[in-house]
Nanobody
Framework: QVQLVESGGGLVQPGGSLRLSCAAS????????MRWYRQAPGKQRELVAS???????NYADSMKGRFTISRDNAKNTVYLQMNSLKPEDTAVYYC?????????????WGQGTLVTVSS
């Protein structure tokens, strides 16, 4: 089984920055796509950004130019650098990954980390 552990959330003022990390641990053959989602109070979970094992990235339109997803394959870790944060970015941020064990593919979620943007 694979576990994802997020870190880096917290309280930040509008216009500030935060960097989230998500480390995968456990037994697996490979980690494939990794993603960040977020869920604001009273809203549905939405995709923030994704990155393939080769480093190709994709972003939700509202995050383009402010958020950057990256990964360190040697550490099985994905990052989300968030700049120019706005109060509407307040949400629980979840890490998600696809992984492979031999010829089987699985999906796993982290427990989430809270980001609060407020003055």
């Amino acid at each position: 089984q694979v576990q994802l552990v997020e870190s880096g959330g917290g309280l930040v003022q509008p216009g500030g920055s935060l960097r989230l990390s998500c480390a995968a641990s456990g037994s697996f053959s490979s980690i494939n796509n990794m993603r960040w989602y977020r869920q604001a109070p009273g809203k549905q979970r939405e995709l923030v950004a994704s990155i393939t094992s080769g480093g190709d990235t994709n972003y939700a339109d509202s995050m383009k130019g402010r958020f950057t997803i990256s990964r360190d394959n040697a550490k099985n870790t994905v990052y989300l650098q968030m700049n120019s944060l706005k109060p509407e970015d307040t949400a629980v941020y979840y890490c998600n990954a696809d992984y492979r064990i031999l010829i089987q593919y699985f999906e796993v979620w982290g427990q989430g980390t809270l980001v609060t943007v407020s003055s």
